[in-house]
C-alpha cells in the first residue's frame, strides 16, 4: 500500500456504506441480517416507505417488532437514523419506541430523525381507505398506513416536513391547506383539525431532540470511518417504478432509493446485500407467476408462520421465482444474498424452481412490464430433490444435507450472485455465513 492510501483522510475517502434490499415482493427477513450486521456497525439507517413495513427480530428468545424505526437498535452500541426518504407517522413513531423501550432497549442518545421527513398525518390514512375503496376489486392491498396519499402530498409539493414543525405558524398553514383540498377531493370527512394542530404542538417538543440534519450527520459520519448500514424497506418488486405497477408501494424500493432517501451518492456505496426468500411470498393484490392456491402453498405458508407483521395478513405462498430475482439482481447489482428460511423446505420432497416465463407461444427470461402480458404467462420450472431433514442445527454450509447444497448452488449458478448467508431459523444464531 502507498503511503498516500494509507492515511486517515484517505481511508475516510474510501468508506463507504452497505446497503441490505429485499430482492422480491418483501417479508424476506431483512431485519435480522441486518440485525447480525449491525453488532459490528456504527450507524443503521432507514432510507425510505415508513410504518408499512415489518420486520421481525428474535434475540435471546424476545421477538422484536420493528416497522419505522432500523432494526439497528437491537445493537446498543448502534446509533439509528430515520433517513429523509421516510415518511413518518409521528403517533406511530413514538409507539414503536415505547413498545422497544418496554422491551428494554434502552434508545436515548442513538435515535435521530432527519429534518426532512415528510410527515404521515391521520387524514392521509383516512384517504388511504378512501382510495382503496374507489378501487374496488382492482384495489392494490395497501396496509392504509397513509403512506401512498403521504408521497402524493410531497410529489404534489404539498407535503409538510419535520422541520415544519419548528415554524409553527408555517407548519398550521400548510397543514389548514392540505386538509381543505382532501376535504374538496373526498367530501367532508370527519377529522378535528383544532384538536390535531394542538396534538401536534405537543409532539413538536417531544420530537426536538431526535431531529437532526441527516445528510451532514452521514457524511461527517463516512468521513470518519464509522461503519454505515443503510436497512432498506419492501423490496424491489414493490418499487415504484421497477415493480409490479400499478401493485407497488409509493417509493423507491431499490438501490437508487438509498441515493435519493438519504443524499448518498452512488460512489459511496459499497456492498450491496440482496435478501431473498429460498421461496416466494407476496401480501395484497397483484401478480404472483409462481404462487400456490394449494395444500403445497398452505403448507408454506402453515411451516412458515406466514402472515404480516404489520396487518397479520396471511401472506400468499409460492415457489421460489428466478426471473424475479435475476431482474431484482440486474437493477441493484447486488454483491451477495443471504438466502432465508430455507429450512422451510426442510419438509418436502421435491422442489420447484421458475426459471423462465411463456409468453405468447415465447419463452421470457426477464420480467415483462405489462401485467396483461404477465396473466397470461405459464411458468417454467426446474424440479430439483427436497432433503427431508432438520437444517436448523447446521452452523455451516458443509452441514447442510448434499441436496440442500445443490439448491443453493442452482441458485447462485443461475442468478451469478454468491450466496453469503443462509438462514436456517429465527433465531439470531441460525444463520450460516459463507466465507467466499
Given at each position: 500500500m502507498s503511503p498516500s492510501t494509507s492515511t486517515p483522510a484517505a481511508a475516510a475517502a474510501d468508506n463507504k456504506v452497505s446497503v441490505v434490499l429485499g430482492t422480491q415482493w418483501g417479508d424476506?427477513?431483512?431485519?435480522?441480517?441486518?440485525?447480525?450486521?449491525?453488532?459490528?456497525?456504527?450507524?443503521?439507517?432507514?432510507?425510505?416507505?415508513?410504518?408499512?413495513?415489518?420486520?421481525?427480530?428474535?434475540?435471546?428468545?424476545?421477538?422484536?417488532?420493528?416497522?419505522?424505526?432500523?432494526?439497528?437498535?437491537?445493537?446498543?452500541?448502534?446509533?439509528?437514523?430515520?433517513?429523509?426518504?421516510?415518511?413518518?407517522?409521528?403517533?406511530?413513531?413514538?409507539?414503536?419506541?415505547?413498545?422497544?423501550?418496554?422491551?428494554?432497549?434502552?434508545?436515548?442518545?442513538?435515535?435521530?430523525?432527519?429534518?426532512?421527513?415528510?410527515l404521515v398525518f391521520d387524514f392521509h390514512q383516512i384517504v388511504d381507505g378512501m382510495k382503496e375503496g374507489e378501487l374496488g376489486r382492482g384495489s392494490i392491498g395497501t396496509t392504509k398506513k397513509g403512506i401512498g396519499p403521504a408521497y402524493s402530498s410531497k410529489a404534489s409539493r404539498s407535503g409538510i416536513r419535520v422541520h415544519h414543525l419548528y415554524h409553527f405558524d408555517e407548519f398550521e398553514k400548510r397543514f389548514r391547506t392540505i386538509v381543505s383540498a382532501r376535504h374538496r377531493r373526498y367530501g367532508d370527512f370527519e377529522y378535528d383539525v383544532e384538536a390535531e394542530l394542538q396534538r401536534y404542538r405537543q409532539l413538536a417538543e417531544r420530537l426536538r431532540p431526535f431531529v437532526i440534519d441527516s445528510v451532514e450527520f452521514l457524511h461527517k459520519k463516512l468521513r470518519e470511518g464509522k461503519r454505515i448500514l443503510v436497512e432498506g424497506a419492501n423490496a424491489l418488486m414493490l418499487d415504484i417504478d421497477f415493480g409490479t405497477y400499478p401493485y407497488v408501494t409509493s417509493s423507491n424500493t431499490g438501490v437508487g432509493g438509498v441515493c435519493t432517501g438519504l443524499g448518498i451518492p452512488p460512489n459511496k456505496i459499497g456492498s450491496i446485500i440482496g435478501v431473498a426468500k429460498a421461496y416466494t411470498t407476496r401480501v395484497g393484490g397483484g401478480p404472483f407467476p409462481t404462487e400456490l392456491v394449494d395444500e403445497v402453498g398452505q403448507k408454506l405458508r402453515d411451516v412458515g408462520a406466514e402472515y404480516g407483521v404489520t396487518t397479520g395478513r396471511p401472506r400468499r405462498c409460492g415457489w421460489l421465482d428466478l426471473v424475479v430475482l435475476r431482474y431484482s439482481t440486474m437493477i441493484n447489482g447486488y454483491t451477495s444474498l443471504n438466502l432465508t428460511k430455507l429450512d422451510v423446505l426442510d419438509v418436502f420432497d421435491e422442489i420447484k424452481v421458475a426459471v423462465s416465463y411463456t409468453i405468447d407461444g415465447k419463452e421470457v427470461t426477464s420480467f415483462p412490464a405489462d401485467l396483461d402480458d404477465l396473466a397470461t404467462a405459464s411458468v417454467n420450472y426446474v424440479t430439483l430433490p427436497g432433503w427431508k431433514q432438520s437444517i436448523s442445527k447446521c452452523r455451516t454450509f458443509e452441514d447442510l444435507p448434499e441436496n440442500c447444497q445443490k439448491y443453493v448452488r442452482f441458485i447462485e449458478k443461475d442468478v451469478g450472485v454468491p450466496v453469503q448467508w443462509i438462514g436456517v431459523g429465527a433465531g439470531r444464531e441460525e444463520m450460516i455465513a459463507i466465507d467466499h
Open positions: 424476506e427477513g431483512k431485519g435480522k441480517l441486518v440485525d447480525i450486521l449491525a453488532q459490528n456497525i456504527d450507524v443503521c439507517v432507514r432510507c425510505q416507505g415508513g410504518n408499512n413495513a415489518g420486520h421481525t427480530i428474535v434475540v435471546g428468545g424476545v421477538k422484536y417488532a420493528f416497522h419505522m424505526l432500523p432494526s439497528g437498535l437491537v445493537n446498543m452500541d448502534c446509533i439509528s437514523v430515520v433517513g429523509s426518504g421516510v415518511v413518518v407517522h409521528l403517533p406511530s413513531f413514538f409507539e414503536e419506541l415505547e413498545d422497544l423501550q418496554k422491551q428494554g432497549l434502552d434508545c436515548d442518545d442513538r435515535l435521530f430523525i432527519s429534518d426532512r421527513c415528510h
